[in-house]
């Protein structure tokens, strides 16, 4: 079954597309959270952000920078979020790549809410750390 954004390339349903090449393509939000909400996606449906080839990733990048520019140029937005939900329990709704790119008007115009822990102990600093620095090596 095609996700919705496999659906926009197809031009199956119709989008407000401001840029595509042949790697990804850049269209307009239906929520708009702010002005210019713009969604950055792969035109192959890589599941998300970890099953997703890096030259792809890269790309993704550079056309969302694109995007900002022109918004930066249009709309002079105080700054930006570039959101990327991996996972249910992350928020991802559509299990299909893609970048929100959330130009920002005000302090309150979109919130993003952490619940950090009010402390953490010193141990589970070192221990993290090292977990994932040798993960990593």
């Given at each position: 079954m095609k996700t919705i954004f496999e659906k926009i390339r197809d031009k199956?349903?119709?989008?407000?597309?401001?840029?595509?090449?042949d790697l990804v393509m850049a269209f307009l939000d239906i929520t708009q959270a702010t002005k210019g909400h713009t969604l950055i996606v792969s035109k192959e449906p890589y599941k998300d952000y970890l099953n997703?080839?890096?030259?792809?990733?890269?790309h993704m990048a550079v056309v969302?920078?694109?995007v900002m520019a022109?918004?930066?140029?249009?709309?002079?937005p105080l700054g930006?979020?570039?959101l990327n939900n991996l996972g249910e329990a992350a928020g991802q709704t559509v299990f299909h790549v893609h970048f929100h790119i959330?130009?920002?008007?005000?302090?309150h115009d979109v919130t993003f809410e952490f619940h950090p822990k009010t402390s953490t102990p010193k141990e589970t600093f070192i221990e993290i750390h090292q977990s994932l620095k040798s993960a990593l090596s």
């Amino acid at each position: 079954m095609k996700t919705i954004f496999e659906k926009i390339r197809d031009k199956e349903i119709p989008s407000y597309m401001v840029y595509e090449d042949d790697l990804v393509m850049a269209f307009l939000d239906i929520t708009q959270a702010t002005k210019g909400h713009t969604l950055i996606v792969s035109k192959e449906p890589y599941k998300d952000y970890l099953n997703t080839p890096d030259d792809v990733l890269k790309h993704m990048a550079v056309v969302s920078k694109k995007v900002m520019a022109a918004l930066s140029s249009l709309y002079q937005p105080l700054g930006f979020n570039v959101l990327n939900n991996l996972g249910e329990a992350a928020g991802q709704t559509v299990f299909h790549v893609h970048f929100h790119i959330i130009p920002r008007y005000t302090n309150h115009d979109v919130t993003f809410e952490f619940h950090p822990k009010t402390s953490t102990p010193k141990e589970t600093f070192i221990e993290i750390h090292q977990s994932l620095k040798s993960a990593l090596s």
